[in-house]
């Protein structure tokens, strides 16, 4: 509309095939998701597939899902279109231009090109299989490699030319998730696109110069399993010859998802790299990065893509692993609770090995191998997943009742650590957090870093070490977007210094009734109720470690946890194993914690806690003191309240679940209408209840509201409670 040029834009709609229940599953959580955003999803009976692709093998099939909205384009027509809507706005292209360096200085950036040098305030890494050496320019490590992807072309088919002369419509886009390839009209035949195994990383070390529209050698025998399956679902491709193989380099991530939005430790350098489906995402990179740079934020939350998930563990040979692995997984079905296995385990805790003999079954975050559960009792010690209960719930079951009866023991090394300290660090930190910084040496404030928008970025746990030390601690998973959003809005004078102690400090938490009388026996110092308040830390000697033990937990029952140097680690470990033999103390998961605290509505960033939602909308009051003085985010927080806001955090009971749970992204219905999404859930042992926590509109956020939520395409009724409904006056938690 804008340019006038034809952007090859089919609307031929997207059909995803399913052979199993497994993958209608994925199928019926995908259409939930779609639901929240306004995208329609329609799913097909196999005789509907059959008549919307005739050239199609059904009998066999389960279902399937269709975005009767979406297609394919044309990525040349498109990129032609957008350079001339560019230019018709000022912006000048330079093709066939080499970048030869790019230096930073007071006014911003000078890139260096074989043509000469441009000046500008912001750059912009969108250069493709040259990442890294992108990245390089600038001591960037950025965590992109190429996959071979090949794609084969047939020659026309009789019947796809007959339907083209009858004017029939053109079949759409279909996807056998289950045989692991897409497939489409292409000139009167097909072309397939299968995601094999064994596809090797390219371009290691980087492209050549002379790699422009390079391809490489063909593998035909890495795609015969796919070809198979391509003929056993439409025969018609195995009816005529093959026109062309291409086999090209596509960018990778470890995760798959490309890498859009600010480097760490630089100043208006960009980075939108790694984008595995070429220009499908062009659209929406490029709006969110054109609202970051000129407004200073994006407005969806944008964690699944920062640049920041991911940190220095990704060397180039785990680069390698990862996105090959990424590439093979494209199609496989996406559980909730998926772990994927290559390149680990990586980074480990001292205690790893004992955990592991304990039962655990271990999942990943930020490179670190974390406890999901323990299997016991002659379970296999291996992970089952699923978008329903799974094997692992009854050993979830006996961890959470043993926390809530006994004492329980958790790993939380993987914790992002820091230590702000300085003459200047008491007022930094003030102007960084809505709350109030605690102000007694010893006390723990919980404290959460807004936007510039007055959205949630970052929550941390602040204690205050002395009068200019705070220890802060944050989610291991965000440990470089937390220390990288402290570094960028810290002055620069040298009043305030930060300390990275995540890889030097271990955690250990004890929490249930009995960690008190479990303390008093590794330790010496005295842990009563009168002398070690909650929300209060002090150093005492575990054995003879030294220990900083905080009395704080996100499961809501008595307990500390005990941040120590971590080479200590297994010293701990060992001394609160024996001690606690007869108070019945067991190690415990993160599957257990997320159960556990979804029982006391405690919080998540990324889920109940957004850039999208204000504070008061998750239910942040408490923590939010607008009097206390500046800090960033107070003067848009002030307008987004004055405007009024659009979502109000509650927690429901959901009835009559018997296999599956609430698991994040499902449509809330008053009425028949959407009137929210969950935000995650799960099955709450101590109370015996399936529970959410949702986003719904305000008006109906009032305790005993009935409403329904969709969980795997079938409505159960549930009902708003109380916050906290486990133990809501924190009588355990003080105890």
């Excluded at 998701?33 to 059904?58: M, N, S, Y």
């Excluded at 939380?412 to 003459?423: E, H, L, Q, S, V």
């Excluded at 679940?657 to 499902?666: E, F, I, M, R, W």
């Amino acid at each position: 509309e804008e340019t006038g040029k034809n952007v090859g834009f089919s609307v031929v709609s997207n059909i995803r095939l399913a052979s199993t229940k497994d993958r209608m599953d994925e199928y019926h959580q995908y259409a939930g998701v779609a639901r929240t955003i306004g995208v329609d999803v329609k799913f097909l009976t196999p005789e509907q597939v059959k008549e919307i692709w005739p050239l199609c093998h059904t009998d066999d099939l389960v279902g399937a899902i269709q975005h009767p909205e979406d297609g394919y384009i044309q990525p040349a027509d498109l990129t032609q279109a957008l350079a001339t809507g560019a230019r018709n706005r000022g912006a000048e292209i330079y093709r066939n231009t080499t970048v030869l360096s790019m230096r930073q200085t007071k006014e911003g950036w000078v890139v260096e090109t074989d043509k000469g040098s441009i000046e500008c305030e912001h750059v912009i890494s969108c250069s493709g299989n040259f990442a890294r050496q992108t990245g390089e320019m600038v001591g960037l490590d950025i965590p992109v490699i190429p996959v071979e992807h090949q794609y084969i072309v047939t020659e026309p088919h009789p019947e796809i030319q007959k339907r083209k002369k009858e004017g029939l419509p053109e079949m759409g886009v279909l996807r056998d998730s289950d045989s692991r390839w897409y497939m489409r009209e292409e000139a009167g035949g097909l072309i397939l696109g299968p995601y094999e195994d064994g596809a090797p990383a390219c371009y290691v070390d980087g492209p050549s110069k002379e790699s422009e529209y390079e391809l490489f050698q063909e593998d035909l025998d890495r795609l015969a399993p796919h070809i198979e399956g391509a003929i056993h679902r439409v025969p018609a491709f195995g009816e005529v010859g093959v026109k062309k193989v291409y086999n090209g380099a596509i960018c990778y991530t470890p995760d798959g998802n490309p890498i859009v939005g600010p480097a760490w430790g630089l100043k208006n350098f960009w980075i939108n790299e790694g984008h595995s489906f070429g220009i499908t995402a062009a659209g929406g990179a490029g709006w969110q990065l054109a609202e970051w740079i000129v407004d200073g934020e994006p407005t969806i939350d944008m964690l699944g893509v920062e640049p920041r998930r991911y940190g220095d563990y990704c060397s180039k040979a785990y680069l390698k692993e990862k996105n090959e692995e990424a590439y093979r997984n494209v199609f496989i079905i996406h559980y909730p609770d998926e772990e994927r296995g290559a390149a680990r385990p990586l980074r480990t805790a001292p205690c790893y090995d004992r955990m592991k003999n304990l039962g655990a079954v271990f999942g990943q975050k930020f490179g670190w191998e974390r406890p999901n559960f323990f299997a016991t009792d002659g379970m296999k010690q291996e992970d089952d997943w699923s978008f329903r209960r799974s094997n692992w719930f009854k050993a979830v079951e006996k961890e959470c009742k043993n926390v809530k009866e006994n004492v329980g023991l958790l790993d939380m090394t993987a914790f992002a650590k820091c230590r702000i300290k300085g003459p200047g660090a008491e007022e930094f930190l003030d102007k960084l957090v809505a709350n109030k910084l605690p102000k007694k040496v010893g006390r723990i404030n919980l404290c959460h870093a807004l936007n510039t928008k007055g959205g949630v970025h970052s929550e941390f746990t602040i204690m205050r070490e002395s009068d200019n030390s705070f220890y802060l601690v944050s989610a291991g998973a965000f440990q470089r977007l937390d220390h990288d959003w402290i570094l960028k809005w810290m002055p620069n004078d040298g009043s305030v210094q930060f300390e990275n102690l995540t890889n030097s400090n271990g955690v250990l938490v004890v929490s249930g009734p009995k960690a008190r009388e479990l303390m008093q026996r590794v330790s010496k110092d005295d842990f009563s109720n009168e002398n070690f308040k909650w929300l209060s830390s002090k150093m005492v000697d575990v054995g003879f470690a030294p220990v900083n033990a905080m009395r704080v937990n996100f499961v809501g029952e008595l307990g500390w946890e005990l941040h120590h140097p971590i080479e200590y680690q297994n010293h701990i470990f060992d001394k609160l194993m024996e001690a606690g033999q007869d108070l019945g103390i067991k190690p415990y998961g993160i599957r257990a914690m997320n159960s556990l605290r979804v029982e006391k509505s405690y919080k998540l960033v990324g889920t109940e806690l957004s850039i999208e939602y204000s504070p008061y909308e998750s239910g942040l009051d408490r923590f939010i003191h607008p009097n206390k003085g500046n800090f960033i985010g107070l003067e848009a927080l002030n307008k987004w309240r004055e405007k009024g806001f659009a979502n109000k955090l509650v927690t429901l009971e959901v009835h009559n679940t018997s296999d599956a749970d609430v698991l994040g992204n499902n449509p809330i219905y008053e009425n028949g209408t959407v009137v929210g999404r969950a935000t995650g859930g799960d099955f709450g042992f101590r109370l015996g209840k399936s529970i959410a926590l949702g986003m719904v509109k305000p008006a109906l956020a009032t305790t005993g509201q009935k409403l329904k939520i969709d969980i795997l395409g079938k409505m159960h009724d549930a009902t708003i409670l109380d916050e906290s409904p486990y133990d809501s006056e924190n009588k355990l938690l003080r105890a």
